[in-house]
C-alpha cells in the first residue's frame, strides 16, 4: 500500500535561514511524488514534482527536492527562507496506475520567524 | 496550468440541508476529482468524476452524501447532503493538469464549509 509520512508537524525558522521539510513515502509502484503548497485561505499550489526522471527536482519560489530511492525520502528544502514561504506545505505520493488518486501527507506548517 | 473556478468559496449552513458545490475548469478534461480537508488535517478523495458516467466513491463516501454531477468536460459539482457539524470542512475539486498531463494536479481554491 501507498502512503507518505511528514515528519514533522511544525518547523519555525528564521528568515534567511535554511528550510528542511522531511518526507518519506512507500510505494509498491515506481512513485510519483509531490510537494503542494497551502497558504492560508488560499487553494493548493504545486511547487515541484518528480516523476522518475532527475532525482533532483527544482521547484518554484526556489524550492527543490531529491528523490532518494534507497532512503524512500524525498525532502523539501530551500537554501534561504522568505517571510512569504510560511504556509501549509504538503508531500503527495501519487498511486501508480491510477490518475489522481493522490495520497497526502497530514501537512507540516512552516513558521519563519523575522 | 489549468485554472479552475470553485465556488462558492465559503459558507455557513443549517444542519439537514444541503450545500453544492460547483467546479469550472477552462479547459476539457477527463476526470475531475473532489477531496474533503477536514480541520487541521490533510486532503482525502472523496470520489472520481468522470463525464457520461456514475462517480466512483472512495471507502467511506457514498453517493446519497455527496452526489456527484458531470454533465460535460469542464464542469462538475459535488453536493453535500443532510449536513451535520461534522461535514464542516474545505471541499477542493481537482483536474489533471494539461501541461504537467499525468504528472501534476491542479486544485480549486476551496470552498470553505460550516454547518451550525
Known amino acids: 500500500a501507498q502512503s507518505v509520512t511528514q515528519l514533522d508537524s511544525h518547523v519555525s525558522v528564521s528568515e534567511g535561514t535554511p528550510v528542511l521539510l522531511r518526507c518519506n513515502y512507500s510505494?509498491?509502484?515506481?512513485?510519483?511524488l509531490f510537494w503542494y503548497v497551502q497558504h492560508p485561505n488560499k487553494g493548493l499550489q504545486l511547487l515541484l514534482k518528480?516523476?522518475?526522471?532527475?532525482?533532483l527536482v527544482k521547484g518554484i519560489n526556489g524550492f527543490e527536492a531529491e528523490f532518494k530511492k534507497s532512503e524512500t525520502s524525498f525532502h523539501l528544502t530551500k537554501p534561504s527562507a522568505h517571510m512569504s514561504d510560511a504556509a501549509e506545505y504538503f508531500c503527495v505520493v501519487s498511486v501508480g496506475g491510477s490518475q489522481g488518486n493522490l495520497i497526502f501527507g497530514k501537512g507540516t506548517k512552516l513558521s519563519v520567524k523575522p | 496550468s489549468a485554472v479552475i473556478s470553485q465556488k462558492p468559496s465559503r459558507d455557513i449552513c443549517q444542519r439537514g440541508t444541503s450545500l453544492t458545490i460547483q467546479c469550472q475548469v477552462d479547459?476539457?478534461?477527463?476526470?475531475m476529482f473532489w477531496y474533503r480537508q477536514q480541520p487541521g488535517q490533510s486532503l482525502t478523495l472523496i470520489a472520481t468524476?468522470?463525464?457520461?458516467?456514475?462517480?466512483?466513491?472512495e471507502s467511506g463516501f457514498v453517493i446519497d452524501k455527496f452526489p456527484i454531477s458531470r454533465p460535460n468536460l469542464t464542469f462538475s459539482t459535488l453536493t453535500v447532503s443532510n449536513m451535520s457539524p461534522e461535514d464542516s470542512s474545505i471541499y477542493l475539486c481537482?483536474?489533471?493538469?494539461?501541461?504537467?498531463?499525468?504528472?501534476?494536479?491542479?486544485f480549486g481554491s476551496g470552498t470553505r464549509l460550516t454547518v451550525v
Open positions: 481537482s483536474v489533471e493538469d494539461g501541461a504537467y498531463r499525468g504528472y501534476g494536479y491542479t
Open positions: 468524476a468522470n463525464q457520461g458516467s456514475e462517480a466512483t466513491y
Open positions: 479547459s476539457q478534461v477527463t476526470m
Open positions: 510505494s509498491s509502484y515506481s512513485p510519483s
Open positions: 518528480y516523476t522518475s526522471a532527475a532525482t
